[in-house]
């Protein structure tokens, strides 16, 4: 198993571009989870979905927007980038059985917006 | 609201040394404790986690977490800290045992930076 993928690794954007980043996971988890990360502030939740063709809001999710059409693969659009939106992106998924929550990760992906 | 509190963004120690990484919690309801480390330009790998039951867990790499629900801590250590130990350390809280809308959302804590000196 390949676990959890993310695409692309890295990335520079001028302001007022736009991009999707796309997550892959290959363990059948219901539960998926975008995660920016910021020097001193941890990783904090942008959106979150538990199940195909439903997402949620976190606790920043302005300025992004995501789909789950399909339960493997959970994507981050940023329609127009800002400066602010610099950030490391994580995402994460989590099997709903069970229960225990173990969250398992991507590698991450860089985004710089000049 | 849950929230996570990691006691020193940097703590340094000397091979073979103690490890003591601090963290406090809130909660407004039973929590699901983790400890997860990063290692430079990687994911989180979780070390370890509490749900119910032993109050003291181990995780992978000798780490071990003891969760005490008077001082709402989960402090992580290790008895003798190795170089390859250098890394961020993130402590996160879920409302894992109240089920219903937690969806296993985490909250993390803002990270502690692990440095081993020879």
């Known amino acids: 198993n390949a676990g959890v993928t993310q695409t692309p690794k890295f990335r520079v954007l001028k302001t007022g571009q736009s991009m999707t980043l796309l997550c892959a996971q290959d363990m059948n988890h219901e539960y998926m989870y975008w995660y920016r990360q910021d020097p001193g502030m941890g990783l904090r939740l942008i959106h979150y979905?538990?199940?195909?063709?439903?997402?949620a809001k976190g606790e920043v999710p302005d300025g992004y927007n995501v789909s789950r059409l399909k339960k493997q693969n959970f994507l981050l659009g940023l329609e127009s980038a800002a400066p602010s939106q610099t950030s490391v992106y994580f995402c994460?998924?989590?099997?709903?059985?069970?229960?225990?929550?173990?969250?398992?990760f991507g590698p991450g992906t860089r985004l710089t917006v000049t | 609201a849950q929230s996570v509190t990691q006691l020193g963004s940097h703590v340094s120690v000397s091979e073979g040394a103690l490890v003591l990484l601090r963290c406090n919690y809130s909660s407004s309801v039973p929590p699901y404790l983790f400890w997860y480390v990063q290692y430079p330009n990687q994911g989180l790998q979780l070390l370890l986690k509490?749900?119910?039951?032993?109050?003291l867990v181990k995780g992978i790499n000798g780490f071990e977490a003891e969760f005490k629900k008077s001082e709402t801590s989960f402090h992580l250590t290790k008895p003798s800290a190795h170089m390859s130990d250098a890394a961020e350390y993130f402590c996160?809280?879920?409302?894992?045992?109240?089920?219903?809308?937690?969806?296993?959302?985490?909250?993390f804590g803002q990270g502690t930076i692990l440095t081993v000196h020879p």
């Open positions: 996160a809280v879920s409302e894992g045992g109240a089920g219903g809308t937690s969806y296993g959302k985490l909250t």
């Open positions: 994460a998924s989590t099997p709903m059985r069970g229960q225990t929550y173990e969250q398992y």
């Open positions: 509490y749900t119910t039951g032993a109050t």
């Open positions: 979905s538990v199940g195909e063709g439903t997402t």
